[in-house]
């Protein structure tokens, strides 16, 4: 069972500069919602409460402005800074006390997942007892991307990283799961000729155990990569466009903690008071009222 996650909010940025020279890009605006609250709410829909969150060095007073210990949410939040970008697995290095041995989930902060069966699809993932689960996407254009090749188990049988030819159409998303061994793994990597080390090479090594498996996003669901500031925007637009519709909102923090039951309306009052007067602090009267 997985009750420990970490969110990667380090990196430049660099392809959204040069918004990202003054504000790491995780604290910049999708739609009304920083976007370090979107990958938040996935593990927090996960039952996941223990929630380490990997910042650039410097920019941790930043993120405590907003997200400062959790206590509001009725979780656990913790940081640690990163020198400098060192690719995916070294979040599990840096983590290795808060892992603890225990298994554990890794979103990246630029990563946003939407659909309607996926609280259910997370709470599945997190009973993970032992090796490695991906989440998988079909994209249309999967020379974009690391695919994975499946067998009828969903056992991943092949990993390629932005094949020049058709492999697979099914895009390994910025949401693993992994067992106490990971941190372990991650530690005898070397760096890639880029002088990183890759997530690839690391569930490759659970595939090569014959112990890496995958799940999928159906086809109702979204998934997006904030990582451009075209991406970026249509993401933001997205998220307009569902809650304009439907009227409630994706990512609220409060409201998926106090369906968890981890908090009460008195909890949501010292939120509202906290964020002040705006349209989420009226959001979250309306679901007090």
Known sequence: MINKGIILAG???????PLTKAVNK??????????????????????IKDILIVVNK???????KILPNGKRLGIKL?????????????AFILGEKFINKKNVALILGDNFF??????????????????????????????????????KKNKVIGIKEKPKNFFSDLAITGLYFFDKKVSEYAKKLKPSRRGELEITDLIKK????????????????????????DDFYKTSSFVSAIENRQ???????????????WIS???????????????YSNYLKKLIS
């Open 114 to 151: 939407y659909g309607q069966y996926l609280s259910q699809k997370l709470k599945s993932c997190v009973k993970l007892k032992s090796g490695a689960k991906i989440l998988l996407h079909k994209v249309a254009k999967p020379e974009a991307y690391g695919v994975a090749k499946i067998d």
């Open 26 to 47: 995780q604290l910049l605006p999708i739609y009304d919602k920083p976007l370090i609250f979107y990958p938040l709410s996935i593990l927090m829909l996960a039952k």
């Open 78 to 90: 913790s940081y640690a800074e990163q020198a400098k970008p060192k690719g995916l697995p070294d």
């Open 265 to 279: 309306k008195k909890h949501i009052k010292e939120s509202i008071k906290f964020y002040g007067k705006c349209n």
């Open 11 to 17: 990196g430049k940025g660099t392809r959204m500069s």
């Open 247 to 261: 009227g409630f909102k994706i990512a609220c923090l409060e409201e998926i903690a106090l369906n968890n039951r």
């Open 206 to 229: 659970y595939q090569s155990l014959k112990q890496l498996k995958a799940d999928y996003i159906g086809r109702g669901g979204a998934w997006l990569d904030t990582g451009s500031i």
């Open 58 to 64: 410097g920019q941790l007073e930043q993120y405590k």
